[in-house]
């Protein structure tokens, strides 16, 4: 278990942002993390899919913490490709 990085169960919609959020502590650091709704669904069932694959978006958003994606904002956009 890697210690420096600790997730968030916080999981909700950012309807300013057509996205679903979450937070994780990289080494200290309140980093968010956005995934963006899809147009096919509705931000509900988005938000209840991707808290039913929270081990696979926290995978996603660990790897690309590591590979130091962060926008200019310092937050990290998530797509299933990631």
């Not at 057509?18 to 968010?32: E, N």
């Not at 696979?56 to 926008?71: K, Q, S």
């Amino acid at each position: 278990m890697n210690q420096q990085l600790i997730f968030n169960n916080d999981f909700a919609i950012a309807s300013n942002a057509a996205a679903i959020s979450f937070s994780c502590l990289v080494a200290g650091l309140k980093v968010r993390c956005f995934i963006p709704i899809p147009a096919t669904l509705s931000a509900a069932d988005f938000l209840q899919q991707v808290q039913a694959d929270s081990f696979y978006w926290e995978d996603v958003a660990e790897a690309a913490i590591a590979a130091d994606t962060y926008n200019s904002a310092g937050e990290i956009w998530l797509t299933g490709n990631d």
